[in-house]
C-alpha cells in the first residue's frame, strides 16, 4: 500500500494513469506489463490494478498534461493499494 504521509505527516497527492506506450508495447510484442502508473512526489510504481480507499478526482487537461505525457488522471489523498 501506498503510505499517504509524508515525513512531516502532511497528506500526499497520489496521481493514477494509464500508459497508452506500454499497451502499445503489450499487444506489439504479446507481454503482460503493467499498464497503470501510480505517482507520489517520491516514487512511481506500476500495476495492473489499483484500489483506491476514498474519494478520488478524474482529470482531462489536454492543454497542460503530466510531464509524462498523460492528459487523463486520477488525483487521490486517499489511500491507494497498488495490486
Given at each position: 500500500?501506498?503510505s499517504?504521509k509524508?515525513?512531516?505527516g502532511?497528506d500526499m497527492k497520489?496521481?493514477?494513469?494509464?500508459?497508452?506506450?506500454v499497451?502499445?508495447?503489450?499487444?506489439k510484442?504479446?507481454?503482460n506489463?503493467p499498464?497503470?502508473?501510480?505517482?507520489?512526489y517520491k516514487?512511481?510504481?506500476y500495476?495492473?490494478?489499483?484500489?483506491?480507499?476514498?474519494p478520488?478526482t478524474?482529470l482531462?487537461?489536454?492543454d497542460?498534461?503530466?510531464s509524462?505525457?498523460a492528459?487523463?488522471?486520477?488525483?487521490?489523498?486517499?489511500?491507494v493499494?497498488?495490486?
Amino acid at each position: 500500500m501506498t503510505s499517504l504521509k509524508n515525513f512531516l505527516g502532511v497528506d500526499m497527492k497520489t496521481m493514477i494513469h494509464v500508459n497508452q506506450h506500454v499497451i502499445k508495447a503489450n499487444a506489439k510484442n504479446g507481454t503482460n506489463d503493467p499498464v497503470l502508473t501510480v505517482k507520489t512526489y517520491k516514487e512511481n510504481r506500476y500495476a495492473h490494478a489499483v484500489e483506491i480507499r476514498g474519494p478520488s478526482t478524474v482529470l482531462y487537461s489536454p492543454d497542460k498534461p503530466l510531464s509524462c505525457g498523460a492528459k487523463v488522471w486520477i488525483e487521490t489523498y486517499a489511500e491507494v493499494e497498488v495490486m
